[in-house]
């Protein structure tokens, strides 16, 4: 019988190469998260194997997964320790080897298999691991079967099966890049920055976009784990800003930017104005619902009050829907509601039929983007942003905040902004107009300016989001709210970014 994790063990000791470590704040609301050497062992990643095969049992789906992992020193090892566990649970897997998130859903539906699991850490600094994983194509693990994984790995409730079996799958990314590029030629003469972050993108990402017709001027693109620059992530100013210095330098048409794993992407139009992913939101639901009236957008709470009230969109007849954070929340909420497509802030962006197949892909998105301006020959990036009703918005903003104690604080500031609409006190000096909680707590004053403070699902931090539709002041006002909100509480620390 494999043992049954622990929660803390420490490196170089007997212990540490004898039983598995698995710590419990690991299991995110839907995927999981660790630090790796410190909160989770290989012993444990075989352990999480077994559980998650146990779980795929339970559920009554065939015990077949797909594998692949991320281009980090230490992401193959842990996707074998992985592999081990799955198989000792009776599963087949099939290993798609490097590859980025999108890559392994594609697979569940290239090689007809029901589950996947792809490590991860995504945009997380390195030293971090993790795990996606599903078992209903298109859609990814929520909290339901998180904690239910949770709670079969850390009581040791999962045992060695027979009918586990290892398929690597050989040269599986030429399928999927192939699946992006059997279509018709970007016809406008398009540059594009192409920016990777030194992460696994840079191993796919030009070539996809260079088969679609476009000249490509690639941005940290070599594979370096270290990532020496920045870390992949397009919405953290510091790779905006190398992305707008590339644009201008080049000349370029657009500037498209790829996280971690190429399950996000990041904009910056033909001037160097870095924009934020909601923004690209509604100028892509501008662009198809042009072509697809009366569609429904699924968007997170961290957007931009726009979806609602963009003249444009009300036109076009779209429904929004805003709803939890979350590459899962929204990836299923996109499918219960047959959305044409959903978006968050974060630069996921999930396409249903005709455009993709569900699931978050950065490079789908960079391919929807070039299609816009391939719809608008006669229109700039910068264009078609100056065209959107002006809005003053922060970028997410983090500060941290211990996973132990993360969903309380969210929680006191939820009640603390409850009890100031109950007793009538004003927001950054304007009565409370209302307030959302379908995920943290979302405060907007009468003249529309807004705040929201949630809890980071993947890592021990805030996030805290500000918009105004009337000035760049009244931003900073609310944001000075809201911050005062939260330094009512200790537990809270520093921003990673700031305005």
Request: hydrophobic share 40%; with cysteine; net charge negative.
């Amino acid at each position: 019988m494999f043992p049954k994790p622990v929660p803390l063990l420490h490196t170089n000791t007997y212990g540490y190469e004898t039983l598995p470590m698995v710590k419990p704040t690991g299991f995110r609301e839907y995927d999981a998260r660790w630090l790796f050497e410190k909160e989770i062992n290989l012993m444990g990643v075989q352990a999480l194997g077994m559980g998650l095969g146990a779980l795929i049992r339970g559920m009554g789906v065939k015990p077949e997964i797909v594998t692949g992992h991320d281009f980090r020193g230490y992401s193959s090892a842990i996707k074998m320790a992985l592999i081990n566990g799955l198989m000792a649970a009776g599963c087949r897997v099939h290993d798609i080897g490097l590859a980025l998130s999108p890559m392994a859903y594609f697979a569940q539906f290239e090689l007809d298999v029901p589950c996947v699991a792809m490590v991860t850490a995504s945009h997380n600094d390195n030293g971090w691991t993790g795990v996606k994983m599903g078992a209903q194509r298109p859609v990814t693990f929520g909290p339901d079967e998180m904690s239910r994984l949770k709670e079969i790995v850390l009581s040791g409730a999962y045992e060695t099966r027979e009918g586990g079996s290892y398929n690597f799958v050989e040269n599986f990314p030429e399928r999927y890049i192939a699946d992006l590029t059997t279509r018709s030629p970007i016809k406008r003469k398009l540059k594009v920055v192409a920016a990777c972050g030194n992460g696994t993108a840079g191993a796919f990402a030009p070539q996809i976009l260079e088969r679609l017709g476009v000249e490509v001027i690639p941005l940290d693109v070599e594979l370096d784990h270290t990532f020496p620059r920045y870390n992949p992530n397009p919405e953290d100013m510091e790779m905006l800003h190398a992305m707008a210095h590339a644009v201008k330098e080049h000349g370029a048409d657009v500037g498209l930017g790829f996280d971690g794993d190429g399950d996000r992407c990041g904009v910056v139009d033909n001037e160097g104005e870095e924009i934020f992913a909601d923004k690209i939101g509604v100028m892509l639901a501008r662009d198809l619902s042009a072509l697809h009236p009366g569609a429904t957008f699924v968007v997170d709470v961290k957007s931009t009050g726009l979806f609602a009230t963009d003249p444009v969109l009300q036109a076009n007849g779209v429904k929004a829907d805003y709803w939890k954070t979350g590459h899962s929340y929204i990836k299923r909420r996109v499918a219960d509601l047959k959305a044409l497509a959903g978006f968050e802030k974060s630069g996921h962006f999930f396409f249903n039929a005709p455009v993709g197949r569900g699931y978050d892909d950065g490079l789908v998105t960079a391919i929807a983007v070039l299609d816009m301006l391939d719809r608008n020959p006669d229109k700039t990036m910068a264009d078609l942003y100056r065209a959107l009703p002006k809005t003053y918005g922060t970028p997410t903003m983090s500060p941290h905040c211990a996973d132990e104690v993360k969903y309380q604080v969210s929680e006191r500031v939820t009640q603390r902004f409850q009890a100031m609409q109950a007793a009538g006190e004003a927001i950054a000096g304007q009565p409370i107009r209302d307030i959302v909680t379908v995920n943290g707590v979302r405060v907007t004053a009468q003249d529309g300016t807004w705040g929201l403070v949630r809890a980071s699902s993947n890592k021990p931090e805030l996030v805290v989001v500000i918009e105004s539709p009337v000035s760049e002041a009244r931003m900073r006002e609310m944001f000075k709210a809201v911050d005062g909100v939260l330094r009512e509480n200790p537990e809270v620390g520093a921003y990673n970014q700031s305005i």
